[in-house]
Each structure stands twice: as C-alpha cells, then as structure tokens.
C-alpha cells in the first residue's frame, strides 16, 4: 500500500521576516492530497497497514459535522479498497463535507453528543460481531498515529531552531516530539499552538501517547475563544496571508497557527539567523464551513 506524495519544505519570504533577521520555512504537508489532508493521512497510515494485514475491510471513525478526519478517512478507504463508517456528533445536518464523505462511501450516522461521548460502546453496539471492522478514534488520535506522523522529521532537508504545529488532540505534536529525539535534535524547540480553549491539556495526551515534552512548549493563547471560534483580526490576517503567499490556511486550525508565529516574530521570540519550520497540515473543510466570511 503506498501512497507516494511530494511535501516540499518552501521558504516564505515576507517583510516581516526579512526585517527581524530570520528565516521562515513551510513543510506543505497540506500538498500530500486534496481531501486526505496533510496529517489526516499520516495519522491513518499505520492504521490501514495493519488493517489490511489484520484482513479488516472496514472502517468506523468518529467526527464533528465539518470534521477533516471523516473525510480523510472516506477518501483512504475508497482509495485503499475499505468500507467506510462514521458517526457524527449532533443532528442531522447537510454540508459539503459530509457530501464528499458520502461521495467517496462512507455511510454515516448521526448521534446526540450525549451517545457521541461513548465511542465504544456506539462501536460495540453496531459492529460487535464483526472482527473485520477497525476503530479509528476521534481525529485519528492515538500510537499509531503519533508514529506516522514521527516521519515528518525524517523527512526535513535541514536542521531548525523551531518547528511550529497547530494542536488539536496533540497527535501531530506527540508524532513530531517523538521524531525530534528519534533524531536527536537536541537544538530544536517544539512550538505547539492549541486551537482549543486550556490547551494545556495537549501536554498530558502527549504523555498519554509516551511523547517526549522537554523540548516542547505550548503558546495556549491563540485559541481565538476555543475550537473553531473567530475574530474578525484572524479572518483578516488570513485574507493578507493567502492572498500575499498563494497558500491557502483555514481559520479552524492552520490561520491560527500561522497568526500565532506572526504574532511570536513580532514580539521578538526569535534571535537574528535562527531558522524555523512550520508544520502546514492541510485543512479544507475548516475554510469550507466559513466561506461567507471571504465573500
Ligand atoms: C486535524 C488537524 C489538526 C490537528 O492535529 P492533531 O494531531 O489532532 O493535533 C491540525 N491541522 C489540521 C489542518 C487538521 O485537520
């Protein structure tokens, strides 16, 4: 099973680096794939290996309406050869993601919060006799997720004084963390910018997934209010950044990430000729919920 992919590490050039004396680079994971977006596909690789040599052919994960995780997943198991099934928190609504997770067939169904809360026992309950059906937790949060996304650092051409991740279950965070002392990058900072409210919580599932944290730290101001929440300064900065760089961010989780960096660079978090990376991991769907508020 291979999914070849080009995640090239691109230099941003803009004013405001230039003036602070640093250098700026985006790893574009959000290049890997339209829909199987950036670490969405590096969280359910390992998944799929071992389901495919489990003989598992399905697969049950779980989402929020606008989830990029259930669309990911819909698309791996159309391309990969598995039945894909997803439970959605809330009613029952329509949106273009859902559309596309259907598109590429995955059935869905839709439960209250209160059920949502119990993923297994909704799990037990519909596919207890099947031994050829794969849990796939919330945001493709757990080991083998960390561990695709560990590759990332294999990968990087060159050595960085940062590396900047946005956090959503600390997943990604935990993956780079791992590959960092993999590789003994002693002189490297993780940066993690959590786009929900108490973001401090990102550390203790990091420790719950065995992630190394001494060289971790976590900026938990940047959450604009908690997941998915706004302000009309992040729909603007966004605009600028798009439109100045031709790469697409989102406000859900990429506008933070990059908002928070520029909001670092100014304050002088940096020294002169230090070199930072910052992780983009893709994200359509988080633009696709919030599209009236570019038109
Ligand atoms: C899901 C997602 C994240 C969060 O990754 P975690 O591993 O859950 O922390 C970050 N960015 C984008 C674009 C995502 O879709």
Redesign the pocket.
Same mark, same amino acid.
């Given at each position: 099973m291979t999914l070849d992919f080009y995640s090239p590490e691109q230099e941003l050039f803009l004013p405001l680096f230039k003036e602070k004396q640093i250098r700026v680079f985006v790893k574009r994971d959000d290049l890997i794939h339209p829909f199987i977006?950036?670490?969405?596909w590096r969280?359910l690789k390992y998944a799929l290996i071992d389901a495919k040599r489990n003989g598992q052919d399905t697969i049950v994960t779980f989402g929020g309406a606008w989830s990029?995780?259930l669309l990911a997943t819909a698309c791996a198991g159309a391309t990969f050869g598995f039945e894909t099934f997803g439970f959605v928190r809330g009613d029952r609504v329509s949106n273009p993601v859902l559309a596309m997770c259907k598109l590429y067939g995955m059935e869905l169904e839709f439960v209250s919060r209160t059920e949502y809360k119990h993923k297994e026992n909704l799990f037990l309950q519909r596919f207890e006799h099947s031994n050829k059906t794969l849990f796939i937790d919330e945001? $493709?949060?757990g080991p083998q997720?960390m561990k695709g996304?560990s590759e990332i650092i294999a990968e990087l051409k060159q050595n960085y004084d940062h590396i900047f991740c946005?956090?959503?279950?600390?997943?990604?965070?935990a993956g780079l963390a791992k590959g960092i002392a993999d590789h003994q990058l002693d002189g490297t900072l993780l940066h993690g910018i959590p786009v929900l409210k108490g973001g401090e919580f990102i550390e203790e599932e990091m420790k719950n997934l065995n992630a190394p944290i001494s060289q971790l730290i976590l900026h938990t101001a940047y959450h604009f209010g908690g997941y998915a929440k706004t302000s009309p300064e992040l729909f603007h900065f966004i605009q600028e950044f798009v439109s100045k760089t031709g790469i697409m961010i989102e406000p859900v989780?990429?506008g933070k990430l990059f908002y928070a960096l520029q909001d670092l660079v100014q304050k002088d978090t940096f020294l002169a000729d230090e070199k930072i990376l910052i992780l983009h991991?893709?994200?359509l769907t $988080?633009f696709l919920g919030m599209y009236e508020q570019f038109v």
């Open positions: 977006s950036g670490n969405k969280k990029n995780h945001g $493709g949060y997720g996304c946005a956090a959503g279950t600390g997943t990604t965070l989780y990429t991991t893709g994200g $988080g």
